[in-house]
């Protein structure tokens, strides 16, 4: 199994352009995530899916959309990118079936810078 | 909503020095986990607990839940070079069905040799 992966690994973009952060899970997760992590900071959670065609907001959703139309795939867009959402970006898989929590699976990263 | 603090924010010990790392949560939390992150990695789970008081070890490592569900510590004893990294820990609040995480901000250890 490849796990969670993520293209591309590094991009550059200029304000006000637009890019999808690719997502793709092979362990038939149910629950997706995209997390942005600023220098030194922790994780925030952008984004989430608890299967396919069901997303919502996380803590700070405002500039991104996503999508989920298999289970595999969880595409993060930006639309408009501006210097604040220069960082990098994670997403993560799990299995949930409810109860005392479950383990999140981290994809290598996606780092964003936008000048 | 629930805010999950972790002290100290950084922490550079001499090669063979103990460590210990502190997670407090705003809310009740139904487990917790604890992440490391290597420098330029990504975030990698090591453990979960559960319930009320509980203590697990893994090698040179050692987690502890408090009694009231509200915080946890991570203690490293002797530690490597290999143990630097950041050290994330993460809980649902409490009563939560859903697979959400808060993560706190994360303790970054830095090990001298």
């Known amino acids: ?115 | 909503g629930q805010q999950v603090m972790q002290i100290p924010q950084y922490q550079h010990v001499q090669e063979g020095e103990d460590f210990t790392t502190y997670c407090n949560s705003s809310t009740t939390l139904s487990n917790i986990q604890w992440y490391k992150q290597r420098p330029g990695g990504h975030p990698v789970f090591l453990i979960q607990l559960v319930k009320s008081g509980e203590v697990k070890k893994q090698k040179r490592l050692t987690f502890q839940f408090g009694e009231a569900k509200k915080n946890s510590s991570l203690h490293i004893t002797a530690t490597q070079t290999t143990d630097v990294g950041t050290y994330f820990c993460a809980g649902p609040p409490k009563g939560t069905s859903y697979g959400k995480l808060t993560f706190g901000q994360g303790t970054i250890l830095t090990v001298h040799p």
């Open chain 1, 1 to 115: 199994n490849a796990g969670v992966t993520q293209t591309p690994k590094f991009r550059i973009l200029k304000i006000g352009q637009s890019m999808t952060l690719q997502c793709a899970q092979d362990m038939n997760h149910n629950y997706m995530y995209w997390y942005r992590q600023d220098p030194g900071m922790g994780l925030k959670l952008i984004y989430y899916s608890v299967g396919a065609g069901i997303t919502d907001k996380g803590e700070v959703p405002n500039g991104y959309n996503v999508s989920r139309s298999t289970t595999e795939d969880f595409p993060l867009r930006l639309e408009l990118a501006a210097p604040s959402q220069t960082s990098v970006y994670f997403c993560a898989s799990s299995y949930f079936v409810g109860g005392t929590g479950e383990t999140q699976y981290f994809g290598p990263g996606t780092r964003l810078l936008v000048l």
